[in-house]
């Protein structure tokens, strides 16, 4: 059974910083593309981070760029998201997502996700 939990998430003040971890159960990270989302309240879905199969690059939307960093721990089957410089607008509850596509050198927020966690709240406020 494939399974994506998400931990790390917690309140912070604005400066501050959080490791996002998800780890996988079921299937093997390195074969897959991975991404980290997030959504606040009333907003849609918004894509962060991505990070393919095959060489574990990252990619990076303009939301995440310069702050956050992914990261795969192959031995452990987990990925993780540490965010830097956290802003209030960064509240939101943040998903790892994975889609299996094994020999993957690069990879986009946009393509589809089959397999998401059930989310991990951040809050940013003083």
């Known amino acids: 059974q494939v399974q994506l939990v998400e931990s790390g998430g917690g309140l912070v003040q604005p400066g501050g910083s959080l490791r996002l971890s998800c780890a996988a159960s079921g299937f093997t990270m390195s074969d897959s593309v991975i991404g980290w989302f997030r959504q606040a309240p009333g907003k849609e879905r918004e894509g962060l981070s991505c990070i393919s199969s095959n060489d574990g690059s990252s990619y990076y939307t303009d939301s995440a760029k310069g702050r956050f960093t992914m990261t795969r721990d192959n031995a452990k089957n987990t990925v993780y998201l540490q965010m830097n410089g956290l802003k209030s607008e960064d509240t939101a509850t943040y998903f790892c997502?994975?889609?299996?596509?094994?020999?993957?050198?690069?990879?986009?927020?946009?393509?589809?996700?089959?397999?998401w966690g059930q989310g991990t709240q951040v809050t940013v406020s003083s």
């Open positions: 997502a994975a889609q299996r596509l094994p020999w993957r050198s690069m990879c986009r927020v946009d393509w589809r996700y089959d397999y």
